[in-house]
């Protein structure tokens, strides 16, 4: 027989020289077929004596391990040719721009509003509701705004049909939610009221309809340096800016006494405007002790039940913090403008998370 | 409210610098809106002699002048006619900036005359529109002195904000009061002794009233003076009146405005020989008209307070006087009115005029009452000095109301309400600078409020003002305490979910709109609103009277506006409210949205397709989905409201009562009438009317996961055009329910191979077996089941 060794030589350079897939499986059957090389003499084995088919046989399977491991190996080998040249004419133009997804956007105020109920949702305020189209009682006079009352006047306000003393109103706060809250539940109350407001006036600066978010709090001992605590906490929580100045001043509010206005630092320096440390003022808010008529009205013992309440303008907050210029802007649908100024779906504010990007 | 640094301090002795007396105006409640010096930019203007004015060799209307500002003589051009020799005037050098112009001087030279400086007008100076000559000095003026303090300018205007409570702010020595309270010096003594009466008024003053309306002006004081003349008024007050805006006129209107606005006493002055007969104030009759100093007239009613006299109307009491009585410079004789009227009557009747004044925006704030015959002296003593005259006694009709109150004041209150601490001696010390008077000690003192401050009516305003003096900015930040340490979800289930639709829909690609609750009355009709009892009376304008029955017509109307400015495939919602009634359950939330033009740009990979009533349908059960809808239990019914296209819209309910979604594509004659080209697909989720799940804890279903291998199986069946999809798929699915777990619709076709009115609706449906593999023959029986089923519920048969 022939040396195994020379034979090996004689096969691998075969394989080696093998030009494609069928020569390789002819060679493959001409060596380990049925009928193969390899195989016919691993038959003659059992015409040897037992001590020479041992050795023989070991070197025979050696051999046929051999040829079998350098044919798939060069089988592998021309797959992935034939692999790389098919990959190679399946080539496509990857400068295509890809097929358009519709970018959608939140609304700066809805995305205010988030952030807001974000920041008392910490301090352990809930969010109520209440009705756009209102009566005079909660609107004013459980306010403990009385018809005739100065300052109704400066509520602007817009009427629905009806007789002097009956028509409806829109409402021209969110503050009629704290009525309808108070004479709803029992203290002690902590909710927040976000909502449409409506006043009859329409300029750059105002609105016949925007949004205001109001703050009730109602237990027996939180005093003005809580609302103080409450409200300096949330402003700089809101506006990002940690050593924001936050000052309050006397003002008037008939639902509130005492009341007061709250003002933010800003500055204009270098003719931009920025808020934080500054040499300037911003009124923000209004807010107050609640008034001890307000409580009676709704069936609370001001003697017993003391608390506060602020209210600020969505909108204004909103300005301020995103840089946007008009307020009429807000309403106009423009989605050059919505695009711009909105927010992105997953842009979800919270205060773990942070509230803007 | 506007006033000078010096009138204040007419008022307050005080050391404080402006700017202490501007901050500690806003941090005692009255709010600085501005404070300008008019000598800004006036400063290096100085006094200055025209030693000589010879005329200009080449110009017959100028003079040039050698001024002496007295460092040396300078040579100026000068154009005024008055400009002279031996005349004092305002002596502007070069580069000094001429406000008056916006011009810098520069050294030039006029017609061949050299010129260094500039004779200032007043109009230059920018102090008023005089330009018919520079500004003449008395001939005592120092020379080379400031300009402004020659000429008193150097007195800061201050603008502050009144609060509707702070009525007694309304005149200069109320806001002394509050700067002495809160340390800034002491209010100075008011002149107000008694005058005495030469003779006895022969001008009587009647109140006419009933019982029920006696307090429509219950307190009329008045004083007849004879033999004055009504001139020009000196000059201190002129530049009084000036300086904070308002024009002089005569002496004695000028006296009663500075009374208003000095000591907050609006007076009325009558020329006491126009009066016939004695001063009657009563209600006014129905119809009854008069002409108002501001030369209008007006129709009373029996509502409103009038002065009258015999001949009619001569006043709106707390309002305004009439024309007819009024003073002129002929004026000789005189009738001084200082009355109190009622604020709510007086508030209605300006408001129903449409009448404002500064008499009804005090008296509507409420008046000293207590102050008439005070007020009555002073004017007395300033109309003797300015227009002199003698005056009579007084004339009184009515009384001062008692409107003294004692309030029950714990001065621990202090703290309790707002946490400061402040010593009882403090709190003593500022409510009797403020006018209080307190008695009493220990923990329960009494109040005695002053009669100017008609706000203070209980505990807490005594806090209030106790605690805005010693200042707010001493009350100390403390957090608000929680009941528990971690809070409480902010949100209740329908707030959730309103969250959620709006995140879903951006996240669909959907740019969210805040639009008015308002929109036109022809509009709102077209969503079926009731125009009438939901019409607002006093509309911005006609396009937004009427509460919105939805928000579907005004995200049309911003669809058609983004179309005109060139985005024509504007893909809006809006989360928020719709009417339907004016009660408090007048509205519910609506999560409504548009599709509007085609669905995107072209697109080489993707056909832009017009918006369409599916699009819609798949936003409508994506918001459902997504608030926890049971969707897959929902029925869709094709009876919808007008503004949709009658065949192509949908709504889909939970039982045929709760609809939850509606969709569609808009009605064109819907589009036609709010003016926009669409096309439009609309859809409304209505999420507050998906049930709530009961609550059953947050662990989920138990899941079981098959084990067999799932089987498809499709089929093809032809049904008749009208046949709806929605039954066929469902027939399919409830063949088996134990097996189908799915039936897709992958196919649908119409074609001539089909015949006339017939369309092929192909299904697939899959099989999920939970006990064992199915066989053929399992899977041959389920698929008979769905053919029969099919075929019963539609018609429909296997698709040869």
Redesign the interface.
Known sequence: MDNPDKLLDDVLAKVAAAADMDALEALRVGELGKKGRITEMMKGLGQMAPDERKAAGQALNVLKDKVAAAIDSKKAEMADADLDRRLMTEKIDVT????????????P??QTI?EV??I????????A?????EDDWHNFTALNIPP????R??HDT????GDYET??V?RTHTSPVQIRTMTAEKP?IRI?VPG?T?R???DATHS??FHQVEGL?VDRT?????L???L??FCRAFFEVDDLPV??????FPFT?????VDIGCTRAGGEFRIGHGEGWLEILGCG?V???VLANCGIDPTEY?GFAFGMGIERIAMLKYGIPDLRT???????W??HY?F???E?PGMVGGLAR | MKFTLSWLKEHLDTQASLQQILDTL????L?VEGARNPAEGLETFVTARVVEATQHPNADRLRVCRVDAGNGETQVVCGAPNARTGLIGVFASGGSFIPGTGITLKPTEIRGVSSNGMLLSEREMGLSDDHDGIVELPASTPIGVPAVKIMGLDDPVIEIAI????GDCLGVRGIARDLAAAGLGSLKPLTNGPVPGAFESPIKAHLDFTDETKDACPYFVGRYIRGVSNGESPKWLKDKLTAIGLRPISALVDITNLMTLDVNRPLHVFDADKVKGDIRVRLGKPGEKMLALNGKEYELDDAMTVISDDAGAEGLGGVMGGEISGVTGATVNVFVESALFD??RT??TG?KLMLQSDARYRF??GIDPAFLVDGMEIATRLIMDLCGGEPSELVIAGGRPDTARDIAFRPDRV??????EISRDEIQRILMILGFSVDGDGDAWTVRVPSWRGDIV????L??EV??ING??K??????????YL??????VN?KRR?LA?????????????????MAEAHAALFGGDT??????????AD?SV?RPSPLG??LL?AG??DD?G?AD???FE???E?FG??????RIVCAGIRYGMS??K????KPQPADALAAKADAEAVLAAVGAPVDRLQVYTDTPGYYHPGRSGELRLGPKTTLARFGEINPRVLKALGVDGPAAAFEVFPDAVPTPKAKGTARPMLNLATYQPVERDFAFVVDAGVAAGALMAAAAGADKALIVDVRLFDVFQGPALGEGKKSLAITVRLQPTEKTLTDAEIEAVSAKIVAAVGKATGGVLRG
């Open positions: 295509l721009p890809t097929a358009p997804a519709a970018e959608g956007y939140i609304h105020i809805s988030d109920v974000a008392f949702g910490e301090m352990g305020f809930t969010v509701e209440g009705p756009d189209i005739d009352h100065p300052a006047q400066e817009f009427y629905l049909p028509r409806k829109l002690p927040i449409r409506f009859s006036d329409h016949p309809m709090l939180s005093h003005m340096g809580h103080k605590g409450c300096i906490e000052r309050f001043r006397p003002s008037y006494e005492p009341s007061a206005e002790m008034n001890p008529n003391q807000f309403y106009e649908s423009d989605l050059r919505l695009r909105g992105r779906a997953l979800v | 806003t941090m005692v409640g709010e609060t509707p409570n702070r604020p709510r508030a209605t408001r509507e704030r703290k309790g309400l707002c946490g400061v209980g505990e807490a305003c806090v209030e605690v805005r707010y900015d009350i100390p930040m403390v957090p608000p305490v929680r009941d528990s809070p409480k979800p902010a949100l209740n707030q969250a709006r995140r879903t829909l951006a996240a669909r690609g959907l740019v969210e709109a805040v639009t008015f609750s308002f009438e009892k939901l019409r607002v009376v006093n509309p911005i304008s937004l509460m005004n995200l911003a506006r983004n400015r985005v504007a893909k809006l989360v928020g409210p009417y004016d009660g408090p359950d007048g509205q995107g740009p697109h080489w990979s993707a």
